[in-house]
Antibody, heavy 119, light 108 residues
């Protein structure tokens, strides 16, 4: 059973860059079938998809975050990462990574990591 | 962007009752629709994909139906562990995907 685990700093100051990593275990990030997505959830709110990376390195982002988000792969470590630049308090949320596909949606999720942006 | 609208926002029911949750897409998403369950403090869990296919390990009391713009998630007989928030998500307009705002199923 594939497992995902997010890691990264929980507290940032405004205008810093958020960097999170998702480690994939018991499965390969190079499957050629799955996409690897980042999703966030503001406190008490719904789910917001941020973007994904494919094993080839191709990426796609939500239009609302496209200018600040960057997702990359590290196949040697079986990890993928999210960078979000120039954070503000509005980026305070729980960040999830998930395995995604054309056919079976987001079938495996990490447990989530809370991020707070505060001066 | 495809907008997903869920109704009702909150559903108050008793254990053993049937729950019917709706999800409407602003344009056709074919059958590329998933449902997720989220318990407080936990990550979402995939329940249904392809509008009607149960994910691995999901009990048969959960069923999904619909296509195009109108979808339904039915829980045939609510168990205590089913009281949670449910989200629909479209993945038709590849590569983009969008979630509904959620329906909370609470104990009456």
């Amino acid at each position: 059973q594939v497992q995902l685990q997010e890691s990264g700093p929980g507290l940032l100051k405004p205008l810093q860059t958020l960097s999170l990593t998702c480690t994939v275990s018991r499965g390969s990030i190079n499957s050629g079938v799955h996409y690897w997505s980042w999703i966030r959830q503001h406190p008490g709110k719904g789910l917001e998809w941020i973007g994904y990376v494919f094993y080839s390195g191709s990426t796609y982002y939500s239009p609302s975050l496209k200018s600040r988000a960057s997702i990359s792969l590290d196949t040697s470590r079986n990890q993928f990462s999210l960078n979000l630049t120039s954070v503000t308090a509005a980026d305070t949320a729980v960040y999830y990574c998930a395995r995604d596909s054309h056919t079976s949606a987001m079938d495996v999720w990490g447990q989530g990591t809370p991020v707070t942006v505060s001066s | 962007e495809i907008v997903m609208t869920q109704s009702p926002a909150t559903l108050s029911l008793s254990p053993g009752e049937r729950a019917t949750l709706s999800c409407r897409a602003s344009q056709s998403v074919s059958s590329n629709l998933a449902w997720y369950q989220q318990q407080p403090g936990q990550a979402p869990r995939l329940l249904i994909y392809g509008a009607s296919t149960r994910a691995t390990g999901i009990p048969a009391r959960f069923s999904g139906s619909g296509s195009g713009t109108q979808f339904t998630l039915t829980i045939s007989s609510l168990q205590s562990e089913d009281f949670a928030v449910y989200y629909c998500q479209q993945y038709n307009r590849w590569p983009s995907r969008t979630f509904g705002q959620g329906t909370k199923v609470e104990i009456k």
